[in-house]
C-alpha cells in the first residue's frame, strides 16, 4: 500500500532529485519508521498528554470553579502566569512532533552510514536526550509567541482604528464600509506577517537537524544553521512546502471519495434493506476505514518531511561535517523492531482488522439498545422571537407566542438610571443604527428609538421594552429565559432582575442564566428557589459541576459523553442557536433537553414527527443525518 501510493505518477515539479531520493528512502525505511511512530504515539497518548493536561488544569482552574468561562479565561490567558503555562503547554504538545523527527533522523541516519536500525536503541538515544529536546520546544515557543506578538499588535490597532466605535455584531450584520476596509488591511497584515514567518521558518529548519548531530549549544546551532541557509533556504522552504501540499491534497480527494462512497453506500444499503443493522455495520466501517486513511496519510507525511529535511542537511550542507555522534551511535541494541514490524505483515494485520470491526458490530448493535426517547423537549425562541420581528422587542416576543415556542429567550441589561432593558449588544448600532451605549444611557434616550427590521407591527412593539412590560405580556402565555448579559460584571444587574421577578410573582415562570461565572455565584445566593443555567460559549473544565439547573452549551459541544455527564448530575441541556432541520434532529436524537432557535415553528414540526416515529425509524435517520448533513 505504501509503495502504491509514493509510486503515483507525479507532476513534473515534483521529480526533484532530492525528492525522489527521500521517496526511496521512505518506502525502504518505512517499517522501522511506523514502529517509531507508533512507540511516540503511545507514549505521549499515555503519559506526556495526560501529564501536561493536569498540570495545565490545576493551574486554570486554581480558584476554586469547575469550569472557567469566557471572560475569565481570556484573563488568565493574558496575565503571565497563564502565557508561562501556556508556553509549557504547549511546548510539551510540539515535543511529541520533535521527538517523532528524531527518530525518524536516526533512521535516514544509519541508513546513510550503513548501519542497521533498532528501535530499542533510538529510545535509549532520544530518552537521554529528552530534557535538551524540551528545552528546544521552550525556546520554539518562546519566538512563536514572539513573533505573534506584532501580529496581534498590528490587529488590535486595525480593530481600534476601523472597529473600535461599536458593537462587533453591528459591523458582523450590517457589513459597513469600515468593515470591508478592516479586512482589506487586516488581510494585508496578515499577508507581510506570514512573508516573514516563511523567511524565518526557511532560515531555522536546519537548527534541529544541526541540534541533534553537532556538540553545539541551541544558540551556536541557530548562528550556523542562520549562515548556512542563506543560499538554500528558499529551495528547502519549497521542498518542504510541495511535500505538504501535496500529501494534504491528497488527504483530501481521499476524504472526498470516501464521503462520496459513503453517502452512496448508506443510500443504498436504506433502499435495499429493511432493517437498520446492515446501515450501522457499513457506517461503522466507514469510520474506522476513516481513522485508519487519517493515520496512513499523516504518517506519510510527516516521514517524507524528515526525510527530506534529513537528507537535505546531509546532501546540501556541510554542518554535518563538524559532528561529533556518540560512540554508542553505532551499537546494535535489542531489535525491538523485529517484534512490531511482523505485526504489520498481511497475514497478521487483517485478523486485527477483522477484530476492530467485529468491535465496531458489536459496539453499535449495542447503541441500537441505547436510543433515546423524544420526549417534551424545551423549544426557546432566541433572543425573543423569530425574524422578521426586530430581536428583543415586543414584537419579536408576539411572534414567539403565535410559532408555538415554550419560551423567549431575551437579553438584559441595566441603564445609567438603573432600569432592566431587553437588549443583546453592548449598543444600539445593530439594531436602530444609533451609536447609543445602552449601560451608559438612560431609559429615555434608548426608548426613542425604533428597532429594525420593520416587521409591518406598531413602533411601539419595536422600541426598546423593559423586563417589566415582558414579563406582563408574557404572564400566562410563555415562559421566560433571561440572560443577565455584561460587558464588565456589576452585581447591580442581578441584584434588581431577582427583585423585578419576585415583584411580578412570576418566579416559578422565568429561569436565569448567564455566560459569568460570578453572576452565577450572585445568581445562586440570591434566588435559590429560581431555575438557573450557565452559558456556555467557550469554556474549560467540568461543566457538569457546576451549581446550576441547566446548560445552555453551542452545538459543538453537545456530545454523548456530555449528555450522560449532565444526566448524572440532574442537569438539563439546551443547545444553541439552531436553526437548521437537520442539526435539529441530530440534537433531539442525542437527548438534548431544549433548542435555542430562530426559527421555533420549524422546531416544533420537528419534535412532534420525531415523537410518532419508532426507535429503529430514529436510528436509520441518526445514522442518514450524520452522514448527509452537509448535503442539505
Known amino acids: 500500500m505504501f509503495t502504491l501510493v509514493l509510486n503515483m505518477r507525479s507532476p513534473a515539479f515534483l521529480k526533484d532529485p532530492t525528492l525522489i531520493t527521500a521517496r526511496g528512502r521512505v518506502l525502504r525505511l518505512w517499517k522501522p519508521m511506523a514502529g517509531w511512530t507508533i512507540c511516540v504515539w503511545l507514549a505521549f497518548l499515555t503519559v506526556f498528554s495526560p501529564l501536561g493536561s ?92 514572539a513573533w505573534m506578538l506584532p501580529l496581534a499588535g498590528g490587529l488590535a490597532l486595525i480593530y481600534r482604528v476601523f472597529l473600535g466605535d461599536y458593537d462587533i455584531n453591528y459591523y458582523l450584520t450590517v457589513l459597513p464600509p469600515e468593515w470591508l476596509h478592516a479586512r482589506i488591511f487586516a488581510g494585508l497584515w496578515v499577508l507581510v506577517w506570514l512573508m516573514g514567518a516563511l523567511f524565518l521558518l526557511g532560515r531555522l529548519l536546519l537548527m534541529l537537524p544541526a541540534y541533534l548531530t553537532c556538540d553545539y549549544r541551541l544558540s551556536e546551532a541557530i548562528k550556523r544553521a542562520w549562515h548556512l541557509a542563506r543560499s538554500r533556504w528558499m529551495r528547502l522552504l519549497k521542498l518542504m512546502a510541495w511535500v505538504l501540499a501535496g500529501g494534504t491534497l491528497v488527504h483530501m480527494a481521499l476524504d472526498v471519495l470516501l464521503l462520496f462512497l459513503a453517502r452512496f453506500t448508506l443510500i443504498r444499503f436504506d433502499q435495499f434493506f429493511e432493517s437498520v443493522r446492515p446501515l450501522v455495520v457499513a457506517s461503522g466501517g466507514f469510520v474506522i476505514l476513516s481513522f485508519l486513511l487519517s493515520l496512513v496519510v499523516g504518517f506519510l507525511i510527516f516521514s517524507m518531511g524528515a526525510t527530506l529535511l534529513t537528507g537535505f542537511y546531509y546532501e546540501e550542507t556541510s554542518l554535518h561535517r563538524e559532528s561529533k555522534p556518540e560512540a554508542s551511535l553505532h551499537e546494535i541494541g535489542v531489535h525491538l523492531g523485529r517484534k512490531l514490524v511482523p505485526w504489520l505483515r498481511l497475514r497478521r494485520f487483517v485478523p486485527l482488522l477483522l477484530v476492530w470491526v467485529a468491535l465496531s458490530v458489536i459496539a453499535s448493535l449495542h447503541g441500537l439498545r441505547q436510543v433515546p426517547e423524544v420526549g417534551e423537549v424545551v423549544i426557546s425562541a432566541h433572543r425573543a422571537g423569530p425574524p422578521p420581528a426586530p430581536e428583543n422587542t415586543l414584537s419579536a416576543l408576539e411572534a414567539a407566542i403565535a410559532a408555538g415556542a415554550d419560551y423567549t429567550e431575551i437579553d438584559v441589561q441595566l441603564t445609567r438610571d438603573g432600569r432592566v432593558v431587553v437588549v443583546h449588544d453592548e449598543d444600539m448600532m445593530r439594531v436602530a443604527g444609533s451609536p447609543l451605549n445602552v449601560t451608559r444611557a438612560t431609559f429615555a434616550e434608548l426608548r426613542e428609538l425604533v428597532q429594525v427590521p420593520d416587521d409591518g407591527s406598531d413602533p411601539e412593539m419595536r422600541r426598546v421594552a423593559t423586563l417589566e412590560e415582558f414579563l406582563e405580556r408574557a404572564d400566562g402565555r410563555i415562559r421566560l429565559m433571561v440572560e443577565l448579559k455584561y460587558y464588565g460584571f456589576s452585581p447591580e444587574l442581578g441584584e434588581a432582575v431577582v427583585e423585578i421577578i419576585r415583584e411580578s410573582g412570576q418566579a416559578d415562570q422565568v429561569v436565569l442564566m448567564s455566560l459569568d461565572m460570578p453572576a452565577i455565584h450572585q445568581l445562586r445566593e440570591l434566588a435559590p428557589d429560581m431555575e438557573l443555567g450557565f452559558v456556555s460559549g467557550i469554556s474549560v473544565g467540568n461543566l457538569s459541576r457546576l451549581p446550576v439547573d441547566f446548560l445552555a452549551v453551542s452545538r459543538p459541544a453537545v456530545n454523548p459523553r456530555f449528555l450522560r455527564a449532565a444526566r448524572r448530575n440532574e442537569m438539563k441541556v439546551h443547545a444553541w442557536t439552531i436553526n437548521r432541520k437537520s442539526r435539529m434532529v441530530d440534537l433531539l436524537l442525542q437527548g438534548v433537553d431544549g433548542l435555542i432557535t430562530d426559527d421555533p415553528a420549524l422546531a416544533h414540526r420537528v419534535r412532534e414527527e420525531l415523537q410518532g416515529m419508532t426507535p429503529v425509524e430514529r436510528l436509520l435517520l441518526r445514522f442518514v443525518a450524520l452522514v448527509t448533513e452537509d448535503a442539505e
Not at 476554586?64 to 497563564?82: C, H, M
Not at 517523532?100 to 548501519?115: A, C, K, S
Open 54 to 145: 493536569h498540570i495545565l488544569g490545576m493551574e486554570i482552574f486554581r480558584g476554586g470553579d469547575p469550569v472557567v468561562g469566557n471572560a475569565d479565561l481570556l484573563e488568565w490567558i493574558f496575565s503571565l502566569r497563564g502565557v508561562f503555562h501556556l508556553i509549557l503547554a504547549a511546548s510539551l504538545g510540539i515535543l511529541a512532533a520533535v521527538v517523532r523527527f528524531t527518530g525518524i533522523f536516526l533512521i535516514v541516519t544509519w541508513d546513510l552510514e550503513g548501519h542497521r536500525h533498532s528501535l530499542l536503541h533510538i529510545m535509549r538515544l532520544v530518552f537521554r536526550t529528552l530534557p535538551r529536546l524540551f528545552v528546544l520546544c521552550v525556546c520554539a515557543m518562546v519566538v512563536v509567541l
